[in-house]
Antibody, heavy 117, light 110 residues
Protein backbone atom coordinates (compact mmCIF):
# COMPACT_ATOMS: atom_id res chain seq x y z
CA UNK A 1 0.00 0.00 0.00
CA UNK A 2 1.14 3.54 -0.72
CA UNK A 3 2.64 5.28 2.29
CA UNK A 4 4.36 8.60 2.82
CA UNK A 5 6.12 8.80 6.17
CA UNK A 6 7.44 12.15 7.28
CA UNK A 7 10.10 13.08 9.80
CA UNK A 8 9.24 14.23 13.28
CA UNK A 9 8.30 17.56 14.76
CA UNK A 10 10.88 20.36 14.85
CA UNK A 11 11.39 23.45 16.96
CA UNK A 12 13.53 26.15 15.40
CA UNK A 13 14.72 29.63 16.27
CA UNK A 14 13.88 32.56 14.00
CA UNK A 15 16.40 32.82 11.20
CA UNK A 16 17.20 29.11 11.23
CA UNK A 17 16.47 26.50 8.56
CA UNK A 18 14.48 23.30 8.70
CA UNK A 19 14.60 20.22 6.50
CA UNK A 20 11.65 17.83 6.49
CA UNK A 21 11.81 14.39 4.90
CA UNK A 22 9.09 12.31 3.26
CA UNK A 23 9.86 8.63 2.66
CA UNK A 24 7.66 6.94 0.06
CA UNK A 25 6.83 3.27 -0.23
CA UNK A 26 4.34 1.04 -2.01
CA UNK A 27 4.75 2.53 -5.48
CA UNK A 28 7.39 3.36 -8.04
CA UNK A 29 8.87 6.57 -6.69
CA UNK A 30 10.09 7.84 -10.07
CA UNK A 31 6.60 7.54 -11.59
CA UNK A 32 5.04 10.27 -9.49
CA UNK A 33 5.85 13.79 -8.39
CA UNK A 34 5.71 14.91 -4.78
CA UNK A 35 4.20 18.18 -3.68
CA UNK A 36 4.54 20.02 -0.38
CA UNK A 37 1.67 21.80 1.33
CA UNK A 38 1.62 23.61 4.65
CA UNK A 39 -1.10 24.55 7.09
CA UNK A 40 -0.61 27.24 9.71
CA UNK A 41 -2.51 26.77 12.99
CA UNK A 42 -6.24 27.19 12.37
CA UNK A 43 -5.61 28.17 8.75
CA UNK A 44 -6.09 26.68 5.31
CA UNK A 45 -3.82 24.75 3.00
CA UNK A 46 -1.02 26.50 1.16
CA UNK A 47 0.74 24.93 -1.83
CA UNK A 48 4.50 25.31 -1.48
CA UNK A 49 6.15 23.47 -4.32
CA UNK A 50 6.53 20.39 -6.48
CA UNK A 51 9.31 18.01 -7.42
CA UNK A 52 9.33 15.42 -10.17
CA UNK A 53 10.16 11.94 -8.92
CA UNK A 54 11.51 11.17 -12.38
CA UNK A 55 14.11 13.87 -12.94
CA UNK A 56 14.08 16.11 -9.86
CA UNK A 57 12.68 19.14 -11.68
CA UNK A 58 11.06 21.60 -9.31
CA UNK A 59 8.51 24.38 -9.21
CA UNK A 60 7.88 26.65 -6.23
CA UNK A 61 5.21 29.02 -5.03
CA UNK A 62 6.20 32.57 -5.89
CA UNK A 63 6.04 33.80 -2.30
CA UNK A 64 8.44 31.07 -1.11
CA UNK A 65 10.78 30.52 -4.04
CA UNK A 66 13.64 32.49 -2.46
CA UNK A 67 13.57 30.42 0.74
CA UNK A 68 12.48 26.89 -0.17
CA UNK A 69 14.31 24.01 -1.81
CA UNK A 70 12.70 20.66 -2.59
CA UNK A 71 14.83 17.69 -3.54
CA UNK A 72 14.60 13.93 -3.95
CA UNK A 73 16.86 10.99 -3.30
CA UNK A 74 15.78 8.17 -5.59
CA UNK A 75 18.14 5.73 -3.86
CA UNK A 76 16.00 5.95 -0.72
CA UNK A 77 12.66 7.01 -2.28
CA UNK A 78 12.69 10.13 -0.15
CA UNK A 79 11.71 13.72 -0.85
CA UNK A 80 12.98 16.64 1.18
CA UNK A 81 11.73 20.15 1.79
CA UNK A 82 14.13 22.73 3.20
CA UNK A 83 12.88 26.14 4.32
CA UNK A 84 15.35 28.86 5.27
CA UNK A 85 15.27 32.15 7.19
CA UNK A 86 12.38 30.96 9.33
CA UNK A 87 10.01 33.37 11.03
CA UNK A 88 7.05 32.82 13.32
CA UNK A 89 4.83 32.94 10.23
CA UNK A 90 6.38 29.65 9.13
CA UNK A 91 4.98 27.83 12.15
CA UNK A 92 2.76 25.21 10.52
CA UNK A 93 2.13 21.57 9.80
CA UNK A 94 4.01 20.62 6.66
CA UNK A 95 2.60 17.85 4.46
CA UNK A 96 4.04 15.97 1.53
CA UNK A 97 1.60 14.43 -0.93
CA UNK A 98 1.88 12.24 -4.00
CA UNK A 99 0.74 13.73 -7.27
CA UNK A 100 -1.56 11.46 -9.22
CA UNK A 101 -2.43 13.08 -12.52
CA UNK A 102 -3.09 16.59 -11.34
CA UNK A 103 -4.35 15.95 -7.83
CA UNK A 104 -2.88 14.63 -4.62
CA UNK A 105 -4.05 11.16 -3.71
CA UNK A 106 -1.85 10.13 -0.78
CA UNK A 107 -0.62 12.40 1.97
CA UNK A 108 2.03 12.11 4.64
CA UNK A 109 1.04 12.35 8.27
CA UNK A 110 2.32 15.89 8.58
CA UNK A 111 5.27 17.43 10.39
CA UNK A 112 4.78 20.24 12.87
CA UNK A 113 7.43 22.93 12.59
CA UNK A 114 7.38 25.48 15.38
CA UNK A 115 9.41 28.66 15.07
CA UNK A 116 9.94 30.31 18.40
CA UNK A 117 12.62 32.25 20.22
CA UNK B 1 -0.85 32.61 -7.47
CA UNK B 2 -3.81 34.04 -5.55
CA UNK B 3 -5.79 31.68 -3.35
CA UNK B 4 -9.12 30.47 -4.66
CA UNK B 5 -12.18 31.96 -2.95
CA UNK B 6 -14.41 29.75 -0.84
CA UNK B 7 -17.10 30.71 1.66
CA UNK B 8 -15.70 30.31 5.19
CA UNK B 9 -18.68 28.30 6.35
CA UNK B 10 -21.64 26.26 5.17
CA UNK B 11 -24.26 24.25 7.00
CA UNK B 12 -27.19 21.94 6.54
CA UNK B 13 -29.34 19.47 8.40
CA UNK B 14 -28.98 15.70 8.06
CA UNK B 15 -30.41 14.51 4.77
CA UNK B 16 -30.20 17.93 3.12
CA UNK B 17 -27.88 18.97 0.28
CA UNK B 18 -25.19 21.61 0.60
CA UNK B 19 -23.11 23.19 -2.17
CA UNK B 20 -19.73 24.82 -1.58
CA UNK B 21 -18.34 27.17 -4.21
CA UNK B 22 -14.75 27.76 -5.25
CA UNK B 23 -14.01 30.78 -7.41
CA UNK B 24 -10.79 31.33 -9.29
CA UNK B 25 -9.86 32.75 -12.67
CA UNK B 26 -9.25 31.73 -16.25
CA UNK B 27 -5.66 30.99 -15.20
CA UNK B 28 -6.66 28.18 -12.88
CA UNK B 29 -10.24 26.95 -12.31
CA UNK B 30 -11.55 28.14 -15.65
CA UNK B 31 -8.46 27.21 -17.62
CA UNK B 32 -8.02 23.55 -16.77
CA UNK B 33 -10.20 20.52 -16.03
CA UNK B 34 -8.07 19.94 -12.97
CA UNK B 35 -10.08 21.06 -9.97
CA UNK B 36 -9.93 18.75 -6.98
CA UNK B 37 -11.57 18.76 -3.57
CA UNK B 38 -10.20 17.59 -0.23
CA UNK B 39 -11.95 16.75 3.01
CA UNK B 40 -10.11 17.39 6.26
CA UNK B 41 -11.70 15.94 9.36
CA UNK B 42 -10.70 17.55 12.66
CA UNK B 43 -7.10 16.73 13.48
CA UNK B 44 -6.67 14.61 10.37
CA UNK B 45 -4.78 14.70 7.10
CA UNK B 46 -6.56 15.99 3.97
CA UNK B 47 -8.32 13.33 1.91
CA UNK B 48 -8.97 13.52 -1.82
CA UNK B 49 -12.71 13.29 -2.53
CA UNK B 50 -13.04 14.77 -6.04
CA UNK B 51 -10.50 14.97 -8.86
CA UNK B 52 -10.64 16.50 -12.33
CA UNK B 53 -13.71 18.59 -11.48
CA UNK B 54 -16.15 15.71 -11.01
CA UNK B 55 -14.40 12.33 -10.66
CA UNK B 56 -14.85 10.41 -7.43
CA UNK B 57 -11.92 8.24 -6.31
CA UNK B 58 -12.69 4.70 -5.32
CA UNK B 59 -14.34 4.52 -1.91
CA UNK B 60 -15.72 8.06 -1.86
CA UNK B 61 -19.51 8.00 -1.31
CA UNK B 62 -21.68 8.94 -4.28
CA UNK B 63 -23.27 11.73 -2.25
CA UNK B 64 -20.16 13.79 -3.01
CA UNK B 65 -20.23 15.38 -6.46
CA UNK B 66 -18.35 18.11 -8.26
CA UNK B 67 -19.05 20.49 -11.11
CA UNK B 68 -17.75 23.66 -12.70
CA UNK B 69 -19.16 26.62 -14.54
CA UNK B 70 -16.70 29.13 -15.92
CA UNK B 71 -14.25 30.14 -13.23
CA UNK B 72 -16.30 28.68 -10.37
CA UNK B 73 -16.21 25.08 -9.25
CA UNK B 74 -18.68 23.55 -6.81
CA UNK B 75 -18.80 20.64 -4.43
CA UNK B 76 -22.23 19.29 -3.55
CA UNK B 77 -22.81 16.99 -0.61
CA UNK B 78 -26.20 15.32 -0.89
CA UNK B 79 -27.95 13.50 1.91
CA UNK B 80 -25.80 15.14 4.57
CA UNK B 81 -24.55 12.90 7.35
CA UNK B 82 -23.03 13.83 10.68
CA UNK B 83 -19.71 12.34 9.58
CA UNK B 84 -19.51 14.88 6.74
CA UNK B 85 -18.76 17.66 9.23
CA UNK B 86 -15.28 18.78 8.24
CA UNK B 87 -13.28 21.41 6.41
CA UNK B 88 -13.37 21.21 2.63
CA UNK B 89 -10.69 22.65 0.37
CA UNK B 90 -10.70 23.10 -3.36
CA UNK B 91 -7.53 23.09 -5.39
CA UNK B 92 -6.77 23.86 -9.01
CA UNK B 93 -3.86 23.31 -11.32
CA UNK B 94 -2.54 26.73 -12.37
CA UNK B 95 -0.09 25.82 -15.10
CA UNK B 96 3.62 24.95 -15.26
CA UNK B 97 3.42 22.46 -12.37
CA UNK B 98 1.90 24.91 -9.93
CA UNK B 99 -1.26 24.57 -7.88
CA UNK B 100 -3.43 26.82 -5.77
CA UNK B 101 -5.78 26.01 -2.89
CA UNK B 102 -8.91 27.67 -1.68
CA UNK B 103 -9.13 29.12 1.81
CA UNK B 104 -11.35 26.28 2.98
CA UNK B 105 -14.98 25.94 4.04
CA UNK B 106 -16.09 24.59 7.38
CA UNK B 107 -19.16 22.43 6.85
CA UNK B 108 -21.40 22.09 9.88
CA UNK B 109 -24.13 19.45 10.08
CA UNK B 110 -26.85 20.96 12.22
Amino acid sequence: QVQLVQSGAEVKRPGASVKVSCKASGYIFTSHAITWVRQAPGQGLEWMGWVSGFNGNTQYAQNLQDRVTITTDTSTNTAYMELRSLTSDDTAVYYCAREMGVCFDYWGQGTLVTVSS
Amino acid sequence: QSALTQPPSASGSPGESVTISCTGSSSDVGGYNYVSWYQQLPGKTPKLIISEVSKRPSGVPVRFSGSRSGNTASLTVSGLQAEDEAHYYCSSYAGINTWVFGGGTKLTVL
